[in-house]
């Protein structure tokens, strides 16, 4: 009867041992680490995205931003979970365990649903890819005014052969066409132009819709279909980056004309 109850003891008193203690606040700092870490690696893949990327492969970024977002609120609540554990509020902490487990239901049923919508969510970044601003620490010391001459040239090609049209144009497909080094590119746009590579190739998308939309010949042409002939392909990226540019939605830009 002594080893039985020495053991309920135990385990009664288990979570005021020091090494438990210890373990649940070292995990504590581990999960506050990570997902710390996570906002950063983010934020950085986020503008690679911008300046390497003209398609949706933004919309990656946003998911992977929610799902980080939803996986600290529920760190969160089980943070308060495990609080009410020790203070003793039975009751509450029972509450709290099945919200909890409904968070996590959830998490789990909206991840599973994103990936069955937009399976290329998972076909990740070329991890090579440095920043536009870490590529020209290298060459500070040179003189900029060498690269108009290119602008030029790109200025020009893109009016001519209008690469744009193609929804999946990267940076280093564009590179690739120009017969340019993807790294001298991608300093013309992001430091020369002063634009990322997603709004550089979205303003030609969105002037060759005002064109269309302007043009009486092709007044029978849906918004849907302009989009998409102009290199978009999707209709909220296309409504969002039109009243960007124009301050008004391609509806209301078609009228006025």
């Given at each position: 009867m002594?080893?039985?109850?020495?053991?309920?003891?135990?385990?009664a008193?288990?979570?005021?041992i020091?090494?438990?203690?210890?373990?649940?606040?070292?995990l504590?700092?581990?999960?506050?680490?990570?997902?710390?870490?996570?906002?950063?690696?983010?934020?950085?893949?986020?503008?690679?995205?911008?300046?390497?990327y003209?398609?949706?492969?933004?919309?990656?970024?946003?998911?992977?931003?929610?799902?980080?977002?939803?996986?600290?609120?529920?760190?969160?609540?089980?943070?308060?979970?495990?609080t009410?554990?020790?203070?003793?509020?039975?009751?509450?902490?029972?509450i709290?365990?099945?919200?909890?487990?409904?968070?996590?239901?959830?998490?789990?049923?909206?991840?599973?649903?994103?990936?069955?919508?937009?399976?290329?969510?998972?076909?990740?970044?070329?991890?090579?890819?440095?920043?536009?601003?870490?590529?020209?620490?290298?060459?500070?010391?040179?003189?900029y005014?060498?690269?108009?001459?290119?602008?030029?040239?790109?200025?020009?090609?893109?009016?001519?052969?209008k690469?744009?049209?193609?929804?999946s144009?990267?940076?280093?497909?564009?590179?690739?066409?120009?017969?340019?080094?993807?790294?001298?590119?991608?300093?013309?746009?992001?430091?020369?132009?002063?634009?990322?590579?997603?709004?550089?190739?979205?303003?030609?998308?969105?002037?060759?819709?005002?064109?269309?939309?302007?043009?009486?010949?092709?007044?029978?042409?849906?918004?849907?279909?302009?989009?998409?002939?102009?290199?978009?392909?999707?209709?909220?990226?296309?409504?969002?980056a039109?009243?960007?540019?124009?301050?008004?939605?391609?509806?209301?830009?078609r009228?006025?004309?």
């Amino acid at each position: 009867m002594s080893n039985t109850n020495q053991k309920l003891e135990l385990f009664a008193d288990y979570n005021n041992i020091p090494e438990i203690i210890f373990f649940h606040i070292s995990l504590h700092l581990q999960a506050i680490i990570y997902l710390t870490a996570g906002f950063i690696v983010l934020n950085k893949a986020k503008n690679i995205f911008l300046e390497n990327y003209s398609s949706n492969t933004i919309q990656t970024y946003k998911w992977l931003f929610q799902l980080l977002l939803f996986t600290s609120l529920l760190y969160g609540v089980a943070l308060i979970k495990n609080t009410l554990k020790y203070i003793g509020e039975g009751d509450v902490f029972k509450i709290a365990q099945t919200i909890v487990a409904l968070f996590v239901l959830g998490i789990v049923c909206w991840y599973v649903l994103k990936a069955l919508r937009y399976p290329n969510l998972f076909s990740g970044v070329d991890s090579k890819i440095s920043l536009a601003h870490n590529l020209v620490d290298v060459d500070k010391s040179e003189n900029y005014k060498l690269y108009n001459n290119e602008i030029q040239r790109l200025k020009h090609y893109m009016a001519t052969e209008k690469p744009y049209l193609n929804p999946s144009l990267s940076l280093k497909n564009l590179a690739e066409q120009m017969e340019m080094n993807s790294r001298d590119l991608s300093i013309l746009i992001n430091q020369n132009l002063n634009q990322h590579f997603f709004d550089f190739i979205n303003d030609y998308r969105i002037r060759e819709a005002m064109d269309i939309l302007a043009n009486p010949v092709k007044k029978e042409e849906t918004i849907l279909e302009i989009l998409y002939e102009v290199g978009f392909n999707s209709k909220s990226s296309f409504n969002t980056a039109f009243k960007k540019h124009t301050g008004k939605t391609p509806t209301e830009f078609r009228k006025s004309t």
